[in-house]
């Protein structure tokens, strides 16, 4: 997702307004984005040790040996925090452009007492809008979902940057959602809007109640989230995966299609494919089984 500015700024300017230099052509600034999708006129941030070699255009909060490749590099040791720092700065001035037209419902939609929809908001055909569920701007809602009562989707994700003096200073977030078709969300769920990109669930995805779904979490076609779990940022979840009531995973986790994590584990490394964790650690069901115990009779 990007989200425009009122008007552009030079990135000249906003080095000189945030202390930092500028490597590369000074060229205008009129939107911020994700790395991976990043424009030509558009601001992101690469941390230390990411690559911006697929970038032809665009201005990057970057270290400063990542310059001199066609991308604009305002040089920073702390990439993330300074671009945080300036998302604050452009939402005082020029400010960001925020969705004005009305939401776009299907006429078969149907809306519980109490919802609220948000202007920037679509929601396909045959879909059901609980009583007291909330669609924030930038939500994208597939045909034939079901949001169940009390469910949250597209309010801001948790993430902070300290600064000097050691506060937690908290980016912007400005993605959005985007949830397929056939797809459920159960009863006071919340459903985090992505940082920079948007959240992603896929066809078919079927989420159970009390499920906190974190920014930039892209949940495969056709998997399943038991009540109660907890899945932190970034993650990348499979096809046809099963994630068991009240688990942990850790965030920027990769979960292989058709994988299954028991009930309460606590997931703080990669599953491969079609491997089946439980326990705290979560470990490959095979590591967790019990040792043979051999009998030892007296003589």
């Known amino acids: 997702m990007t989200v425009k500015l009122k008007h552009p700024v030079s990135a000249g ?21 994700a790395l991976d999708a990043l424009e030509e006129d558009g601001l992101s941030f690469a941390l230390p040790g990411r690559t911006i070699e697929h970038a032809h255009g665009g201005t990057v909060f970057a270290l400063e040996a990542l310059g ?93 940057e300290r600064d000097a003096q050691n506060r937690p200073l908290r980016m912007i977030h400005i993605g959005g959602v985007r949830l397929g078709d056939h797809v459920q969300v159960g009863a006071l769920t919340a459903i985090a809007r992505g940082a920079l990109g948007d959240t992603v669930l896929e066809h078919y995805v079927k989420i159970n109640n009390l499920c906190h779904i974190a920014h930039n979490c892209h949940i495969g076609e056709g998997s399943i989230i038991g009540a109660c779990a907890d899945l ?41 494919a079609g491997v089946m964790v439980y326990g705290n650690p979560a470990r490959p069901a095979a590591q967790n089984a019990s040792p043979t115990v051999v009998p030892v009779h007296p003589e």
């Not at 300017?13 to 984005?33: H, K, T, V």
């Not at 059901?128 to 669609?135: E, H, K, S, T, Y």
Request: charged share 20%.
């Open 13 to 33: 300017w906003l080095c000189e307004e945030l202390g930092l230099r500028l490597i590369g052509p000074d060229r205008d600034i009129a939107s911020l984005c």
């Open 68 to 160: 001199g490749n066609g991308v604009s590099i305002i040089g920073s040791a702390e990439p993330r925090y300074d671009f945080i720092r300036a998302q604050y700065m452009l939402a005082r001035s020029p400010g960001f452009e925020r969705p004005r037209a009305p939401a776009e419902i299907h006429p078969s939609v149907r809306i519980g007492h109490g919802a609220v929809i948000e202007p920037g908001v679509s929601v396909g055909e045959g879909s059901v809008v609980g009583p007291n569920a909330v669609l924030r701007s930038g939500t994208h809602i597939g045909r034939f979902c079901e949001i169940q009562s009390g469910a949250v989707i597209g309010d801001a994700g948790f993430g902070f």
């Open 232 to 272: 932190c940022g970034s993650l990348k979840i499979g096809r046809n995966c099963w994630i068991a009531p009240n688990c942990s995973i850790r965030q920027k986790l990769t979960i292989g299609d058709g994988a299954i994590v028991g009930m309460g584990a606590v997931v703080v490394k990669d599953v491969a």
